[in-house]
């Protein structure tokens, strides 16, 4: 990819259990990889810190969605749930 058309992409990160043999870096670092080689930015980050999907998961999930519908957030926005 050239790097001058890329598409706006937001990440959620979370672990199920605390016992989880991917940490949310590990996470981050596999989407990062994978946006960077087939056109896409990441330019929300949404952390689950409680580590459980409880009741905002839905709210997230529509966040997500209008962060990549929007595609003009800075990359530099980030937000812990």
């Known amino acids: 990819m050239d790097g001058t058309s890329r ?3 937001a990440q959620y990160l ?3 259990t605390e016992h989880q ?3 949310m ?3 981050a670092a596999a989407i ?3 946006a960077s080689t087939h056109g896409f930015i990441v330019v929300q980050s949404y ?3 409680n580590r459980y ?3 905002h998961h839905e709210q997230i999930l529509r966040d997500l969605s209008r962060v990549v519908e929007q595609s ?3 990359p530099s926005n980030e937000a812990e749930v």
């Open 7 to 9: 598409i706006a992409a």
């Open 14 to 16: 979370w672990m199920s």
């Open 21 to 23: 043999q991917y940490s």
């Open 25 to 27: 870096e590990n996470q």
């Open 32 to 34: 990062q990889d994978y």
């Open 47 to 49: 952390y689950d810190l």
């Open 53 to 55: 999907l409880r009741k």
């Open 72 to 74: 003009r957030m800075p």
